[in-house]
C-alpha cells in the first residue's frame, strides 16, 4: 500500500479537557515520509513536536508529548482517528497546550477526514510486521498489552474496575474501516469519586456532564456532589441511583471499554509505523500503552529495516525460469532462485544456500563461508531485477552496475542458510541510470549491505 496524507486541511476548535483552555487545531496535508507532527503556532518560534513514543512526557489521564519547553496534551482521540483512516503525513498545527477534547471522542475529527478525503502517494507505507509474540505487563496494575503476527490489524480490550457500575466490558476493532461506526463515537469516561483528586490535580478544567461520561457508583452526599460541581464549574445535579449521569445516553452498552480501545489505538499510533499484528489490550491506560509503543520503537532503531517475510508455501513473484529469462547469468553464476515480492520501488528475492556450491570447495574446505563478494554480487543480480521491470519488453535490457559503495559485512553465510534480499530504489530511474540501496538477512538479522547504481543498456 502507498503512504496517504489529507486531501485538505479542516479545522476543530473548542476547549481543553485538562486545561480548560480554548484552542484550534488544524489538520493538514503533509508530504511523503512527513509522518505525523504537532506545530505550536502561538510559540515563538512556532515548534514541532514528533507525534513519536520517545516524546511523551505524561500519560496521567492523557497523553502528552513535548520537544523541549513545547508541549501538546490530549493528543490520543486525534491519533486514533488518524491511524484509523491509515493516514501516515498529516501536520496539526494547535493554538495552545491540549487539543480540543470536543464531544470526548473522536468522532468529529473521524468524520472530518472524510469530508475532505484522503489522498494516495507515491511512497509506499512502511508496516512495523509483528512476527513472533510481544508482551508487555504491569504486575501492579494488572494491566498488560500482548500483540501476536497476523496478516492485518486488529484489537482486543478488556477493561476491569471494582465498581457496581462498570465492572467487566469488552471491546473488539476487527477492521480500521470499522473505527468511525463502532469506535470514534465512544467517550472518555471518569467516576465521581475521582473526581475531587483529579481537581486538586488541576485536571479536567474544562471536564462536563457533555464530553465525558461520569460514573456514580459509590454513595456521596448530594451537598457533596453539588460542591463537585461548583469546582467544575458544572450546573448541580441531583443522583440517587448508581448509573451513568450524562445529559446524553450512552452511545453502546460497552462506551468505556470502547473508548479504551480507543485509547490504545492512539496511543500506539506514536510508533510512527502502521502495526500488522493482533493486539490484546487488558485494563489498559496510557502509561503502559506507551511502555509498549517505546518497545516497539527501539525494536525499529535497533535494526533500521524489518526482514521480509518469508513464507515458502506461497509461490513466487518469479522463479528460475522466468529469472533466466531475465538476467544473462548461468551456472554457477546465477545467484537468485526466486522473487516473492515487488512493488514500483522495491524487490525481495531469495538464495538457498546449498552445501553443494562450488565455490565453498575453495572458500574454505574446513569452514564454507560465502564470499562477501558473492553476496553482493546476488544481492546486485535482485537489484537488476528491480531495474528490468521498470521498462517494457525487459527481456531486450540488460543492467551493468557502474558503482558499488557503503558495503558492510555483519555475519557469516554458511551452507543450510537462506538469504533474502531486500533491495528498493534510493532515487527515481534517470536517464537509465538506478540508485538502489540493498540489504540482506538471515532469519531476522542483516548478514550484508550495500548501495549501488546500475545502468540500463539495450541489448546489442
Known sequence: MKQRTLKESFSVEGKGLHTGLISKATFNPAPENHGIKFQRIDLEGQPIIDAVAENVVETQRGTVIANGPARVSTIEHAMAALYAAEIDNCLITVDAPELPILDGSAKEVSCKIMEVGIEEQSEDKDYYIVKQKIEVRDDNTGSSIVVLPDDDFSIDTMVSFESPVLNNQYATLQNLSDF?????????????????????NNLIKGGDLDNAIVIYDAPVKQDDL??????????????????????????????????????????????????????????????????????????IRRQEIQAPLYNPNIAPLM????????????????????????????????????????????????????????????????????????VEDPERYSTYFMKIDNVKFRQKVVPGDTLVFHLSLTTPIRRGCAVMKGYAFVGEKIVSEAEFMAQIVKNK
Do not use: C, W
Open 180 to 200: 468511525n461506526e463502532s469506535i470514534s463515537a465512544s467517550r472518555t469516561f471518569v467516576f465521581v469519586r475521582e473526581v475531587e483528586p483529579l481537581v486538586k
Open 226 to 299: 453539588d460542591r463537585l460541581a461548583d469546582l467544575m464549574g458544572v450546573p448541580h445535579k441531583n443522583v440517587s441511583e448508581f448509573g451513568y449521569i450524562n445529559n446524553v445516553p450512552l452511545t453502546s452498552d460497552n462506551e468505556p471499554a470502547r473508548h479504551k480501545l480507543m485509547d490504545v489505538l492512539g496511543d500506539i499510533a506514536l510508533i510512527g509505523r502502521p502495526i500488522k499484528g493482533k493486539i490484546l489490550a487488558t485494563r489498559p491506560g496510557h502509561t503502559i500503552n506507551n511502555t509498549f509503543a517505546k518497545k516497539i520503537r527501539r525494536e
Open 319 to 390: 522463479d528460475v525460469n522466468r529469472i533466466r529469462e531475465l538476467l544473462p547469468h548461468r551456472y554457477p553464476f546465477l545467484l537468485v532462485d526466486k522473487v516473492i515480492d515487488r512493488g514500483d520501488n522495491f524487490i525481495v528475492g531469495v538464495k538457498n544456500v546449498s552445501g553443494n556450491e562450488p565455490f565453498f570447495q575453495g572458500h574454505f574446505p574446513s569452514e564454507p563461508v560465502m564470499p562477501g563478494v558473492l553476496q553482493v554480487e546476488a544481492m546486485a543480480q535482485v537489484g537488476g531485477l528491480l531495474v528490468l521491470s521498470q
